[in-house]
């Protein structure tokens, strides 16, 4: 319209002829869950929680089907690696232990005038040392010169060349001859090059002199733990010398050497059966509590929303080992069950207040009124009028429970409440990388990631799903 | 008697097993105290004029960390470490033990040790710190007073085979009668009841210490409750101790070898038994010494600090529960666990400390023989591992036992981390060896000990730490009258090589009997042994002289020097 007065015709003032369209409908009529859609989907954030939330249940349920590792199959060759490709590994021999190095002719003990001397010089480092046969990470054996009246001798190791006394690294061992000149060296070694020392000792006080030598490791599998692991296929396939492929192990291993993919795949359906399973029970029993305390209202109400109140007081973790116990779960089982019992016996009332806070104002709607008058039975009211109303508030309920779930498993599986050994969860995972995070830092990283990710994909899922859901959202856009 | 079972860690100080008195008095008794020590440690430095360094060459003092504070140091009633080695310090027995771990006298001069009896002759030198004589009647006392009911003393065990000694302790005779009697004040004559071949090492063992009778007399309960409550005759005296917070040593000028020590001061400045403070300390220049756990030994190798290690002496194991009930009881099914299990593997791949040595015998390496050590003189059977013979055991087990298949058996295990890592290996690898489902039960060590007497396991991961520098101190372990054998082993054969080395004077066939018992052990597999601990520690660069051994007192300070 516009402001300017206009000349105007008798035209004008001719009745209109009938547009029947006038009020017709232009755009498609949407439903409730439609319109709550079409705005979930202009939440990006929601979506990509969403493909998180897809990912991750692929991850469960599709991932074992994929990555075919047994996630309890340990691979001590590969202890606490980091994610690594494949990489070829050194068939050998199940070695028998060494015996080391004895001299027959040479002294065990330094003579007693040395010892007595008080003015004895400090003893010199050995003058040679040596490699003996292939070093490989099953072992390393070295061997020395002796030194004149030394007692025995320390061997350290370490993994830069060793300048002072104080670089020397890790004491491996020690032998208690001066005769004895050999030590095989088998802890924990990695494909790597590693500088060992030797210092002698006359019983009393070690040398500050130490000879050194670097050593090139590879790495290396028995063939018996080739066989046992798959890796070739019979024992008469490969011998001693050959190379085969160790597979690779894209996160990593744990500190037995179990690989960590497959770990994280198995520890998530722990973890996403008690995020999910627990959820599902409280939130469908709390509906149906509070739906029902609102829906009667009086003093049924008030008897049901004390109750409601007194569960809530109820401190958690201490019913949850009180569960545990009653539940006589025995050493070395999973606690998983009293875990699940707990989260549904304790955690129902949060959403039974919400459910009878919404069906009590509902109830004083003027459809509801309405319906009453034309005669609506109760049963009908609830599944045609409440239900449906409160089902926006439910699944956002559902959603903001699944991630506190998660974690709640994680964090008793972490204390040692849940799972037990060998099988995996989030939480458990995390404790064991806890203890050698310094190290193997990709230990913790995972599964901590891992729980981060869940509980943060469910908790913006959860939002964007409030604000789809919530009528009065609407007025915001 | 918990004796000297340890807990299957690196981490956990020894020191810890046995905690002293009821808690509420001493709180009420210490908070006052602490204040008070708190004020004063705010102050002192201000006194001196400067900081407390963890070596002081000037003033010839040292400041180290204890791990807990003793319970109290009344030397009959002592079992902990802590309490131990403190003693080791301010009290001297009648032998000790010299920077190389030989035997050498103490109070005593010499000694003769016969079938029926010793005689010690004590030096006429030795004196306690309130310059009175040491002489064979205060032996006298305290070995009555280790026996006396009254006492309650938990290592009382260990001089049983003195004449009379159980009888005394058990009531039925009084404490004069106990085998011990001073022939003038400086000849000692101790009675057996059974040879004790081994004994002048063990009077080296912290209850056979001397205490006076008319000072102990005079304070009665108190005695060795604080500082001033105790009489030294040590290279070392208590000066200052204030409960939780502090424990000072000064040199004792009436030790009869004053002149050979160099130190004037030990100070425990700080009481904590967290590693990672004591790194810290160690770090800052506070304290001279630091013991490392698996994650501090990162920390000490990045710093670049030279890193020692000693054999502490424990030695761990795999135990079974031998009662009649227990499946664990059938050999084959024990023979079939021993023939999977590798040593070397479990050292080297899931330990993964340094230091520690694979566990192939009863008697642990550095374990003194007739001459040599005794590994050399009855080499124990090499651990083998054969998974077909395995195989082969555990059917013969099932047939015997009569099952179709195995129930899931218990591992009970502590809930350190290592014992956990270790436990979870354990259970793998049986699960994949053997088809066995292991439940792994982790338990706190009180919990974990109260399970084990109860008998409520099949497989135990334990460990036991040596009271005497002799290899009997192993070797009794599973003789069926040992309390300590938690497992009720019970074979007759067993028991008598264990009499044989009990009561055998010449050392040749002691070490055979000894390498009776080892056969025994291994073949009927009555626990599998797991490794023999090592500890790491770092030290401060100009501190010599400190001597770790597996006996307590360790660490040793006595000789110790700053260069």
Do not use: C
Not at chain 1, 40 to 59: D, E, G, P, T, Y
Not at chain 1, 135 to 150: C, D, E, G, K, Q
Not at chain 2, 113 to 139: I, M, Q, Y
């Amino acid at each position: 319209m516009t402001d300017h007065p206009q000349a105007l015709s008798a035209a004008d003032f001719a009745p209109a002829s009938a547009r029947p369209d006038a009020h017709g409908i232009t755009r498609p009529s949407q439903s409730y869950w439609q319109d709550a859609w079409r705005r979930l989907r202009h939440n990006k954030r929601a979506i990509a929680s969403l493909w998180i939330v897809i990912f991750l249940l692929a991850f469960t349920l599709i991932g074992p089907l994929l990555w075919r590792v047994d996630p309890y199959a340990q691979n001590l060759d590969r202890i606490s690696q980091p994610p690594t490709l494949a990489a070829q590994t050194l068939l050998v021999e199940r070695g028998v232990q060494w015996e080391g190095v004895t001299l027959p002719q040479w002294p065990h003990a330094p003579s007693r005038e040395w010892l007595t001397d008080p003015q004895r010089i400090e003893l010199p480092a050995p003058e040679a040392m040596e490699v003996v046969g292939d070093p490989h990470t099953l072992s390393v054996r070295l061997r020395w010169s002796p030194v004149a009246n030394a007692a025995g001798y320390q061997v350290y190791r370490n993994t830069y060349r060793p300048t002072a006394v104080n670089e020397l690294g890790l004491p491996l061992g020690e032998t208690w001859a001066g005769n004895d000149v050999g030590y095989e060296d088998q802890l924990a070694l990695t494909p790597n090059t590693y500088w060992y020392s030797v210092t002698a000792t006359d019983g009393l006080r070690e040398s500050e002199q130490f000879a050194s030598i670097a050593v090139d490791v590879q790495l290396a599998t028995t063939i018996e733990s080739a066989l046992a692991r798959g890796l070739i296929p019979s024992r008469d396939a490969a011998q001693a010398g050959d190379y085969v492929a160790m597979p690779a192990n894209p996160f990593g291993t744990d500190y037995l050497g179990r690989d960590m993919l497959a770990r994280l795949m198995h520890g998530a359906r722990t973890s996403l059966f008690i995020g999910i399973a627990a959820p599902l029970l409280f939130v469908l029993f709390g509906t149906v509590y509070g739906a029902f305390a609102g829906f009667a209202g009086g003093r049924t109400d008030d008897f049901m929303m004390r109750i409601a109140d007194f569960v809530i007081a109820l401190p958690f973790l201490l019913f949850m080992i009180l569960i545990r116990v009653a539940s006589g779960i025995g050493p070395g089982e999973s606690g998983i069950m009293p875990l699940l019992m707990a989260l549904v016996v304790l955690s129902w009332p949060a959403t039974a207040r919400l459910v009878r806070g919404q069906i009590l104002q509902i109830r004083e709607e003027g459809y509801v009124q309405a319906a009453r008058l034309l005669g609506a039975r109760d049963h009908y009211l609830i599944l045609r009028h409440m239900v449906p109303n409160t089902l926006g508030v439910i699944l956002v309920t559902l959603t903001f429970a699944i991630p506190t779930a998660i974690f709640t498993e994680a964090f008793l599986s972490f204390i040692g409440m849940g799972v037990a050994p060998p099988v995996p969860s989030w939480g458990s995972m995390s404790n064991e990388g806890l203890k050698s995070m310094l190290n193997s830092p990709h230990e913790l990283f995972f599964p901590a990631l891992f729980i981060s990710i869940t509980v943060l994909a469910f908790n913006m899922l959860g939002d964007g799903l409030r604000d789809a859901l919530d009528a009065r959202m609407r007025s915001r856009e | 008697m918990t004796g000297n079972l340890t807990l299957e860690t690196l981490e956990t100080h020894d020191g810890l097993r046995a905690r002293g008195d009821p808690a509420l008095p001493a709180v009420r008794l210490v908070l006052p105290l602490l204040v008070a020590t708190l004020t004063l440690a705010l102050l002192a430095p201000a006194a001196d004029g400067r900081l407390r360094e963890a070596v002081d060459a000037e003033s010839r003092t040292l400041t180290l960390v204890l791990e807990q504070d003793p319970p109290q140091l009344d030397s009959t009633r002592s079992t902990d470490t802590v309490s131990i080695r403190v003693l080791g310090h301010v009290k001297e027995g009648l032998t000790r033990y010299d920077e190389r771990n030989q035997l050498i006298g103490g109070v005593a001069e010499r000694w003769e040790v016969r079938e029926d009896g010793a005689t010690f002759w004590l030096r006429r030198d030795a004196r306690w710190s309130d310059g009175a004589p040491v002489t064979a009647h205060d032996f006298v006392y305290a070995w009555r007073r280790v026996q006396d009911p009254a006492t309650t003393s938990e290592y009382a065990f260990i001089m049983y085979g003195i004449e009379n000694a159980e009888a005394v302790n058990t009531g039925a005779l009084p404490p004069s009668e106990l085998g011990v009697r001073a022939a003038g004040d400086h000849i000692l004559e101790v009675g057996f009841e059974r040879p004790i071949p081994f004994f002048a090492r063990l009077a080296a063992f912290a209850v056979f210490l001397p205490v006076r009778e008319d000072f102990a007399a005079t304070r009665g309960d108190r005695y060795g409750s604080s500082a001033a409550d105790m009489l030294y005759n040590g290279p070392f005296v208590i000066s200052r101790w204030s409960r939780g917070a502090r424990l000072t040593l000064d040199r004792n000028p009436h030790y009869w070898e004053s002149d050979a020590i160099w130190l004037n001061r030990i100070d425990f400045g700080y009481i904590t038994a967290d590693t990672r403070a004591e790194l810290n300390l160690f770090r800052d220049g506070k304290v001279a010494m630091a013991n490392l756990d698996s994650e501090t030994m990162h920390n000490a190798l990045q710093q670049r600090w030279r890193i020692h290690r000693f054999d502490d002496g424990v030695l761990f194991y795999v135990g079974f529960n031998h009662r009649p009930d227990r499946l664990t009881r059938n050999r084959n099914l024990r023979r079939a666990f021993d023939l999977t299990f590798d040593p070397h593997e479990f050292v080297n791949r899931i330990i993964a400390t340094p230091g520690n040595r694979p566990g192939i015998s009863l008697f642990p390496a550095w374990m003194q023989g007739a001459e040599g050590r005794l590994r050399e003189e009855v080499p124990p059977r090499p651990s083998e591992v054969d998974l077909e013979r395995a195989r082969h055991y555990l059917e013969l087990a099932r047939e015997e036992l009569g099952l179709e298949r195995f129930p899931p058996i218990v591992l009970l295990t502590g809930d350190s981390p290592t014992a956990n890592k270790q436990a979870e290996y354990l259970q793998s690898m049986w699960g994949q060896t053997l088809g066995l489902e292991i439940r792994v039960d982790v338990q706190i060590f009180r919990q974990r000990l109260a399970k084990m007497t109860a008998g409520d396991y099949d497989l135990v991961l334990a460990g036991w730490g040596p009271d005497y520098n002799d290899p009997l101190t192993f070797g009794d372990l599973f003789a069926s009258w040992n309390l300590n054998n938690r497992g009720r082993y019970a074979n007759d054969e067993l028991d008598h090589w264990v009499r044989r080395a009990q009561n055998e004077l010449d050392p040749h066939l002691r070490a055979q009997a000894f390498g009776e018992i080892q056969r025994i052990v291994a073949e009927d597999v009555v626990v599998i042994p797991t490794y023999e601990r090592a500890r790491l520690y770092v030290m401060h660069p100009r501190l010599k002289g400190v001597v770790r051994r597996q006996i307590s007192p360790d660490p040793d300070f006595n000789r110790a020097w700053i260069e």
